[in-house]
């Protein structure tokens, strides 16, 4: 079966602080890449999506993800993170189609002063 | 941009009862879905539909059932709730998974 594994369960940083989030995928084929991010009470929002082009992926709030094929990896990172940031991240994976997205288990982000 | 309403934020319903949660959204996509979140297992697949009328199980089916009649509602249904159905309940919609899901705001589903 198809998986998305996430490293890390719970990460705790200062503000300020560089963030990066380890995503892996198991898929062979061509893959369309989701990060997932859900604040304290909200619903789960798109922060960035890779389907082709540029490995480089630019979102919202200022959160980037690389794709590097060779390591069947969707890292997600950060220069600098705020308190606001706090909320916890969702990686997700799919091929190409209709096919469900499957999700990772997720990363809780602690943003400390 | 595309919303989608989940109808309870919270239900607290007995084991044994029939449960129904309920997910419409407004931008006729064809595409529906209803995940569960639970901490440290991230969302599990439970059920999806592609159109009305049709359905596919996900991967973790057991103990539900869905309904589409129409498009822009998507209902899950507990048979016979239990105290392991207690979780948060997601409903997502897509035009095309390709460019990923809208989700709604979840139901948290207590069942005593």
């Known amino acids: 079966a198809q998986s998305v594994s996430q490293h890390n369960h719970h990460v705790i940083l200062s503000e300020a602080a560089s963030l990066e989030l380890g995503c892996n995928y198991s898929?062979?084929?061509?893959?369309?890449l989701f990060w997932y991010v859900q604040y304290p009470g909200q619903h789960l929002q798109l922060l960035l999506k890779?389907?082709?082009?540029?490995?480089l992926v630019k979102g919202i709030k200022g959160f980037e993800a690389e794709f590097i094929k060779s390591k069947f990896s969707f890292n997600l990172r950060k220069p600098s993170v705020q308190w606001s940031d706090t909320a916890e991240y969702f990686c997700?994976?799919?091929?190409?189609?209709?096919?469900?997205?499957?999700f990772g288990k997720g990363t809780r982000l602690s943003v400390i002063a | 941009d595309v919303k989608v309403t989940q109808s309870s934020r919270y239900l607290v319903k007995r084991t044994g009862e029939k449960v129904f949660l309920e997910c419409v959204q407004d931008m006729d996509h064809e595409n529906m879905f209803w995940y569960r979140q639970d901490p440290g297992l991230g969302l599990r697949l439970i059920y999806f539909s592609y159109d009305v009328k049709m359905k596919e199980k996900g991967d973790i089916p057991e103990g539900y059932s869905v309904s589409r009649e129409k498009k822009e509602r998507f209902s899950l249904i507990l048979e016979s709730a239990s105290t392991n159905q207690t979780s948060m309940y997601l409903c997502a919609s897509s035009l095309n998974v390709g460019y990923g899901y809208t989700f709604g705001s979840g139901t948290r589903l207590t069942v005593v």
């Open positions: 997700a994976a799919g091929p190409s189609g209709n096919t469900p997205l499957v």
């Open positions: 890779y389907f082709s082009g540029d490995p």
């Open positions: 898929y062979g084929g061509t893959v369309n």
